[in-house]
Each structure stands twice: as structure tokens, then as C-alpha cells.
């Protein structure tokens, strides 16, 4: 069985500090691996993906995030906070034959303060 | 061009009726997921459609809930006799095809509440 989790619920950050966000998953055949960002009323939109072809994934909005297979993570990170990245975070992971079904980690929220 | 919508954006019904939610994917989309949000089990998947038929039901929580497909477009998600714990906001997704890499764009949601 697939899963997800994402360590800490809550990550507050000063503006201009480094963006940490964690998870970690499980999955008994190659995963696929995804954050989403969801920002106040506003539906899910696509970060990354990992999709096998490199380890180290860019996104939108200067994120990145890298995939070890030997720690089962795919950690969120940006070098720099802006106020507008204050929003909650999700990684998921779905893989091949599973109708590609979304499980998703309970989230993190990300609040940058001054 | 236009994303994924739903329709009604908030939903207020009491215990014991029945609602109907609305999906607009996006155009040619094959693929259609439906999600649900809520604060005490986070995000869960509930049903996929490929074109009009759904392979996957495993998500949905009950008998209660239902969903379909037509025309390989619109979907509508029904549930019957709503209790407190369906209030969540529903969310509904769609993909060009069903591989792996091909994004799911999600629409803003209904948000069910159910006094």
C-alpha cells in the first residue's frame, strides 16, 4: 500500500529564510511523487513532480524538492520565503496500475511572518 | 482557456436531504477524479471516471454516495441522506489521460455543510 507523511502540520518562517517542508512515503512499487500548493479558497495547483527522470525536481515559484529513494523522502525547499508563499502544502504520491489515484500527506501549513 | 469548475461553490442543507455536486472538467479531458477535504481526515480520494465509466468506486465512504458520468464530460457527485460528517469541501479533479505524468488540474471545490 501507498502512503504519505508529512512531518510538522504547522512550519512558520521568516521572510527571506529558508523553506523546509518534509515527507516522507511508502510504496511497494516506484512511485510517483507530487506537491501541491493550496492557497486560502483557492483549489490545489501543481508545484513539481518526480517522475523518475531526475532526482532533483524544479518547480514554479523558485521550489524544488529531491527524491532519495534510500530515505523514502521528497523534502520541499525553497532558499528564500516571500509573504505570498504563506499557504498549505501537500505532498502526494500515486504509481502506475493504480488508476493513478492521488493519497495524499495531511498537509503543512506554511505561515512567513515579517 | 477555462479550468476545472463546480458548481455550487458552498452548499448549506440540513441532516437528512439530499445533495447533487457539480463537475465541468476541463475539455477533452478523459480523466475525472473526485476528492474530498475535510478537517478530520484531510484528503481522500473518492471515485475515478474514464470517459463515462468509473473503475475505481473505492473511495466512496458509504451507499450514500454515488456519482456519475455523461458524456464523457460533466459528473455529478449525489449524496443521499447527508449526515454532519459529510461537511467537507469536495473536490474534483481532472487529466488529459490516465498516465502517471499527465497533471490533475483541480477546480475550487464545494463546500458542504450539513446542519
Known amino acids: 500500500a501507498q502512503s504519505v507523511t508529512q512531518l510538522g502540520s504547522h512550519v512558520s518562517v521568516s521572510e527571506g529564510a529558508l523553506v523546509l517542508l518534509r515527507c516522507n512515503y511508502s510504496?511497494?512499487?516506484?512511485?510517483?511523487l507530487f506537491w501541491y500548493v493550496q492557497y486560502p479558497n483557492q483549489g490545489l495547483q501543481l508545484l513539481l513532480k518526480?517522475?523518475?527522470?531526475?532526482?532533483l525536481v524544479k518547480g514554479i515559484n523558485g521550489f524544488e524538492a529531491e527524491f532519495k529513494k534510500s530515505e523514502t523522502s521528497f523534502h520541499l525547499t525553497k532558499p528564500s520565503a516571500h509573504m505570498s508563499d504563506a499557504a498549505e502544502y501537500f505532498c502526494?504520491?500515486?504509481?502506475?496500475?493504480?488508476?493513478?489515484?492521488?493519497?495524499f500527506g495531511a498537509g503543512t501549513r506554511l505561515a512567513v511572518h515579517p | 482557456g477555462a479550468g476545472v469548475s463546480q458548481s455550487p461553490s458552498n452548499k448549506v442543507t440540513e441532516k437528512g436531504k439530499d445533495v447533487e455536486l457539480r463537475c465541468d472538467p476541463i475539455?477533452?479531458?478523459?480523466?475525472l477524479y473526485w476528492y474530498r477535504q475535510s478537517l478530520g481526515q484531510g484528503l481522500e480520494f473518492l471515485i475515478y471516471?474514464?470517459?463515462?465509466?468509473?473503475?475505481?468506486k473505492s473511495g466512496l465512504p458509504s451507499d450514500r454516495f454515488s456519482a456519475e458520468r455523461t458524456g464523457g464530460s460533466v459528473s455529478t457527485l449525489t449524496i443521499q441522506r447527508t449526515q454532519q460528517e459529510d461537511s467537507a469541501v469536495y473536490l474534483c479533479?481532472?487529466?488529459?489521460?490516465?498516465?502517471?505524468?499527465?497533471?490533475?488540474?483541480f477546480g475550487p471545490g464545494t463546500r458542504l455543510t450539513v446542519l
Open positions: 475539455s477533452g479531458h478523459t480523466a
Open positions: 479533479a481532472s487529466r488529459y489521460d490516465s498516465g502517471p505524468l499527465s497533471e490533475q488540474f
Open positions: 502526494a504520491v500515486t504509481f502506475s496500475g493504480g488508476y493513478n489515484k492521488l493519497i
Open positions: 510504496s511497494s512499487v516506484p512511485p510517483y
Open positions: 471516471f474514464q470517459g463515462n465509466s468509473a473503475p475505481d
Open positions: 518526480y517522475t523518475s527522470a531526475a532526482t
